[in-house]
Structures are given as structure tokens and as C-alpha cells.
């Protein structure tokens, strides 16, 4: 459990732009930790430049229902990297209003979540479209959107 929080804590610091710096004599207590830590810089790695673009906070985080953050680059290959929170001991179920104007879309939107599953979508007229999701308890998410 200790490494799973670990973990969610590393996305959420990672996930938000922030580059942590970890110093000491030994950064993993275990073979485990260091293959998470490997995983987590890695998938940092992999979206770099869209972690370090624009970010648009989507709910304001209360510890009561859902949080998320947008980060944006109209000119990236990734045009959006969405990540969602729950900080709830229950499962929740949102539909949300995705705001796309900043991502540089007009028509359409290709949303690919960690498990690869692609999902293609049309704009609303004003730039957003419409989406679902379900979050575990203390759970996160994360979506590419091209």
C-alpha cells in the first residue's frame, strides 16, 4: 500500500509539471520501489514537452468530489494531457464538459487513456466536448488527447 501511494503521489507531482529532485544516500528501499520509480520517469519522459506546456485547472480541488488539470500545446504532437483525481473513500462517476479551445482542436478529438483505448470524439460548438469517466477510490487517471 505504502508503494501505491507512493506512486500516485509521483504522478501527481510529475503529472502537474513539477520535476522532483530526490537526494540521498539510497533512493529505493527495494527492487519494487525502484521499478516504479523507473515506470513513473519514463512515462514523464514520454510526455515531457506536454507536461511542461500550459495548464488549465479543471475543478477546483476541495477533497470533496473529483479534481483535474489540463495541459495544453496547440502546437505539440500531443495538443492536451488531462489528469483526474479522486481523493473520495467512494467510486464516483462524472460526466464533465472538456474544455478543448486551448489544445488548438476545432472538430474533433482523439482521447487515448494508460490502457491505449482510443476513443474518438466530435467538438461542441464551443470548443468542448463531452465526456464520462469513473474513478476509483483515491484513484488517478490520465488521458492524451490529439
Not at 510529475?14 to 520517469?41: F, N, W
Not at 486551448?102 to 482521447?111: D, K
Request: aromatic letters at 12%; charged letters at 25%; glycine letters at 6%.
Amino acid at each position: 500500500e505504502h508503494l501505491a501511494d507512493y506512486e500516485q503521489l509521483m504522478m501527481q507531482y510529475y503529472g502537474a509539471g513539477v520535476q522532483a529532485c530526490y537526494r540521498g544516500p539510497r533512493l529505493y528501499d527495494t527492487e519494487a520501489t525502484r521499478k516504479m520509480v523507473s515506470r513513473v520517469i519514463n512515462w514523464y519522459k514520454q510526455y515531457r514537452n506536454i507536461l511542461n506546456a500550459d495548464i488549465i485547472q479543471l475543478r477546483r480541488a476541495d477533497g470533496r468530489d473529483w479534481d483535474g488539470w489540463l495541459h495544453v500545446d496547440p502546437a505539440g504532437k500531443e495538443k492536451g494531457l488531462m489528469m483526474l483525481f479522486n481523493p473520495t473513500r467512494e467510486t464516483i462517476t462524472r460526466k464533465i464538459k472538456l474544455p478543448l479551445y486551448y489544445t488548438g482542436l476545432s472538430t474533433q478529438v482523439r482521447i487515448t487513456d494508460a490502457k491505449k483505448k482510443t476513443t474518438q470524439l466530435p467538438l461542441n460548438r464551443d470548443y468542448t466536448v463531452d465526456i464520462s469517466f469513473t474513478l476509483l477510490p483515491g484513484a488517478y487517471q490520465w488521458y492524451v488527447l490529439e
